[in-house]
DNA sequence: AAATCATACAACCAATCAGTTGTACGTCAA
DNA sequence: TTGACGTACAACTGATTGGTTGTATGATTT
């Protein structure tokens, strides 16, 4: 039962891979909408709509809360920052190299400043 | 020939949904790297990992050089960022809608000292 | 020119995916 | 209690995925 960082990143990146599912997710940034009033707005059955609010609960993106017959849908920020974190770090790597490179280069003419003094 | 913005994030999520593929991108972040440089770190077939680098460049999070035989490998960080911008912008959506409810809020309280002044 | 190295790509396979229809179950209103 | 509503899930289908092996092509070395 290992629940592995790579997992939960590999189902937020497989969820946020299909543009169903981002709309989704962005209506439900600013308010809690059921699962019919998701629905209601693709050109799809209703359960296909309810298998991408189920992918996206799985990877954690959505939470559901019950209020009476509904299925309320809600995103969850901090994993969408988590997902960002991800990139963020991928990112650092980057600029850590970037860094070396300019600081090899100012090594580099501080030793030929030197020499032409 | 419609190079939807959707496109491009649905292939870009979907290159990032494997962590073989993230890991790629990882290693060339930092340097480039030819594509049998990359398959030596893995467990499968070249072919698989020449299929994984392809992915990654056609949802264009790297690009390919020619060096002599060789086809090095590095990763386009203005893509990775432009991933993490799709994120901000559905974060910042969240955020909106938080500072509409502390404005609300606000206003209530507002009112509330107005009536009881 | 021949042998080798690095890459690309086709053909195939099992597994997963995104959609469908149909059925079952819990909750609310008459 | 009956019916309608909102949801979940199973079973099926065609398309895509991630892997395989085998073959073809280009650049380098001998």
């Given at each position: 039962m290992e629940a592995l960082l790579a997992d939960r990143a590999d189902a937020m990146f497989h969820a946020l891979a299909d543009r169903t599912r981002r709309d989704i997710l962005r209506r439900v940034m600013t308010e809690g909408l059921s699962v019919s009033d998701l629905a209601s707005?693709?050109?799809?059955s209703f359960a296909a709509v309810q298998k991408h609010v189920a992918v996206l609960e799985r990877a954690g993106l959505i939470s559901k809360q019950r209020v009476g017959r509904e299925q309320r849908a809600r995103a969850e920020v901090d994993a969408i920052r988590s997902v960002s974190a991800l990139l963020d770090e991928l990112e650092e790597q980057w600029r850590s190299r970037v860094q070396r490179i300019d600081d090899l280069l100012a090594a580099e003419e501080l030793e030929s400043n030197r020499s032409t003094r």
């Open positions: 707005g693709y050109d799809m």
